[in-house]
T-cell receptor, first 111, second 112 residues
């Protein structure tokens, strides 16, 4: 298994509270990604990073921010969580060959 | 705006049968077309991938067929097994960052 750890794996929070999800990799890969998975939508890209402090928006970036201060860590922040952000969030990494390696997901419920 | 359309949404196949999942894309700049397999509670994992310079790629029981002019590609699973029961996603990407655009997924059930 690729060395990807997501935390927390499960979280329940209330509308309006801030939430941070963490992705940690031990592969020293350049690219890191955050996707959300919802029934009927597959996986949709939120943000991605192509290096330390280098990030860009994906398809569904509204309401999310990211930071990458170290190669191994990529943080996803929901500044003020809403019920529409209830989802399973997946972090992925890539060395640039095209293959993405996914973590096991973080299930977020916003009440 | 769904750039990769996948069908069917669900598929039930008898053991030993052939499973076929289809995808169509819109962006002609896409140059990498992978299929991912996902088991419940797990992240997706790469199954097989193809680039547009070939029309077919086979790895064991799994084959990708690619039709560049029609902007379509499909996954064929030969001799389907109960252990193949999972959700399958097609995807496409372009550029050096390789951010993938996924289809909506197909839940495959192989009956014993």
């Amino acid at each position: 298994d690729a060395g990807i750890t997501q935390s927390p794996r499960h979280k329940v929070t209330e509308t309006g509270t801030p939430v941070t999800l963490r992705c940690h990799q031990t592969e020293n890969h350049r690219y890191m990604y955050w996707y959300r998975q919802d029934p009927g939508h597959g996986l949709r890209l939120i943000h991605y990073s192509y290096g330390v402090k280098d990030t860009d928006k994906g398809e569904v970036s509204d309401g999310y921010s990211v930071s990458r201060s170290k190669t191994e860590d990529f943080l996803l922040t929901l500044e003020s969580a809403t019920s529409s952000q209830t989802s399973v969030y997946f972090c992925a990494i890539s060395g640039g060959t095209g293959e993405l390696f996914f973590g096991e997901g973080s299930r977020l419920t916003v009440l | 705006q769904q750039q990769v359309k996948q069908s069917p949404q669900s598929l039930i196949v008898q053991k030993g049968g052939i499973s076929i999942i289809n995808c169509a894309y819109e962006n002609t700049a896409f140059d990498y077309f992978p299929w991912y397999q996902q088991f419940p509670g797990k992240g997706p994992a790469l199954l097989i991938a193809i680039r547009p310079d070939v029309s077919e790629k086979k790895e064991g029981r799994f084959t990708i067929s690619f039709n560049k002019s029609a902007k379509q590609f499909s996954l064929h699973i030969m001799d389907s097994q109960p252990g193949d029961s999972a959700t399958y996603f097609c995807a496409a990407s372009k550029g050096s960052a390789r951010q993938l655009t996924f289809g909506s997924g197909t839940q495959l059930t192989v009956l014993p």
